[in-house]
């Protein structure tokens, strides 16, 4: 199996360290964004007790009966707050859809009203009384995570250090909770359907926190499955498609999926809860000129963050 670059990084050494680990910590995450487009992450804000009790609170809110959960599905928010069920998500280039449900928490705008009105109100749930305040805390302590990583990210392509802080800040990040539930009776499935389809993510940098079992792989450039292992409380980080397209390339938005357990333990659920860190819809994704020469041809069209999220959600099947 080929050798693959997914480093332990700490993010302190970038937060706290001194000029030195931080020059280090921007050249480690740009090479590996380069070459596998994965990381790890420690010391990242979320200590086990709240990672516990997400979980917890995640597994209260999917043992809810399927007719109170579908009391929080509106699809006319295109899976974007709330509850959505199963069956509704296709990996692109895929016929069956992916074998999950999912419950997603977006942002709670700060200090601007006109761009509070185009954002959707998060769904409350009722009947797991924590599960709000715990993903509120989970989504704040994941965007701040986030927006550090972006920083050694934007040194290491030589761009000024705050140069996402705006466009992130308010940005219209989620945080989503995924039930993988069980399979009673594998020989049922369609032969293509998989927990999660092989896919790229839409945004700049996704967050992951750990999963409650085995099953994400990567594809390498040797075209070979690769699994991806967190050590502990570690995040997995990973490029979404909108930094790509930014980098022209540059950095690697990685083929990824989440394959079945063997048979005998697909009657068991897999639980996992991922931050896709997403900007404005206003920020211009334009390949930067500094990522575009010669041997780097611009490949890409010119768009806003807000109209690619919105082809993409069309290509998923979660908007009509």
Known sequence: MATVNIPRL??????????????????????AFNETGFVTITNHGLDKALIDKLYED????????????????????????????KGKETAKGFTAPDLK?????????????????????????NEVPTFNATTTEVYRKLEAAGIYLLRA???????????????????NSILRTL???????????????????????????????????????LLTRE???FPVKAYGEDLVVNVGDMLQRLTNNELKS???????????????????????????????LSCLPSCIDENHPKQYEDITAGEYLDERLREIGLKK
């Open 153 to 171: 990210i934007a040194v290491y392509l030589g761009l000024p250090e705050n140069y996402f802080d705006d466009n992130v800040h308010n940005g």
């Open 223 to 225: 075209n070979e499955w």
């Open 10 to 31: 700490d993010l302190n050494l970038y937060i706290s360290g001194n000029e030195e680990q931080r020059k280090q910590f921007s050249e480690d995450i740009g090479k």
């Open 254 to 284: 990685t083929t990824h999926r989440v394959v079945n357990p063997p048979r005998e333990l697909m009657k068991y659920s897999r639980y996992s809860v991922p931050f896709f860190l997403h900007p404005k819809s206003g920020m211009d």
């Open 101 to 125: 449900e999912f419950w997603q928490i977006g942002q709670t705008v700060i200090g601007d009203e006109q761009l509070k009105k185009g954002y959707p109100e998060n769904t409350t749930i």
């Open 58 to 85: 995640v597994k209260s809110l999917f043992a809810l009966p399927d007719e109170i959960k579908l009391k929080y599905e509106d699809p006319e928010l295109a899976g974007q707050r709330g509850y959505t069920s």
């Open 179 to 217: 039930h993988y539930f069980p399979i009673t009776d594998p020989d049922a499935l369609p032969p293509d359907a998989v927990r999660a389809g092989a896919h790229e993510d839409i945004n700049l940098i996704t967050l992951l926190i750990g999963a409650s079992a085995d099953g994400l792989e």
